[in-house]
């Protein structure tokens, strides 16, 4: 079925990394939840033929696009677990920002936890997690009153990059549930790179995931 096709961006025998649209989410959260990530890179290696295990690495949020790696074996998958907890996976994610960004670049560090009064949200809290995001501006839009920032996170919290850029007060753009403007139908965030040195061949790779929205999201780069 359509609904199945997933952009694969790179394979090989041992990894994949596939280009994830909005609304969907990257791994079944009920039983009857086919329309997922998974689900759609099980149906491809199904149609070309590859009887092998696949395991996401990482996720995305359900409206959150871009880059997710997936390992084919139990190997790879275990020396990329090990890879993701030592920071040896590099991700860079594209947001678009409400108002204008004063620094050229820098980081947010404030620690994440739990909204006690809301379920599926996270705040900044003294009691949270360590989290810490790196960023620099690409581009500023005055006219739209919006920043166009690139982030690589020094941990991987729910919804980090969202949280901490609506407590510096700069919420992405379209991100209701954290006080941005509904300008959007998602919040404006896209996991665009991905680096790593391969498990097995110790080859180089970099994977740039291209913008899926429709009508686009993000300005022409």
Known sequence: TKQCEIEIKYE????????????????????????????????????????????????????????????????????????????????????????????????????????????????????????RTNYQVLQRYPDQNRTLVSCTLESGRTHQIRVHFSHIHHPLAGDTLYGGKRTFPRQALHARKIELIHPITEEKIVCIAPFLDKPAIFPHI
């Not at 990394?17 to 990257?26: G, L, R, S």
């Not at 993701?84 to 590099?90: A, N, Q, T, Y």
């Open 12 to 131: 090989d025998d041992h990894i994949l990394i596939a280009n994830k649209p909005a609304q969907m989410d990257t791994h079944p959260s009920q039983e009857h939840d086919h329309k997922t990530l998974i689900n759609g890179v099980a149906y491809y290696l199904q149609q070309t033929g590859q009887n092998c295990m696949i395991k996401h690495i990482h996720r995305l949020d359900k409206d959150t696009t871009g880059a997710v790696l997936f390992a084919k074996n139990r190997l790879s998958g275990s020396m990329l677990d090990k890879m993701l907890e030592e920071r040896k996976i590099k991700r860079t994610y594209y947001a678009l920002v409400e108002g204008i960004m004063k620094l050229n670049q820098g980081t947010i560090q404030e620690k994440i936890g739990r909204d006690r009064h809301h379920a599926t949200r996270r705040r900044v809290s003294p009691t949270g997690q360590t989290a």
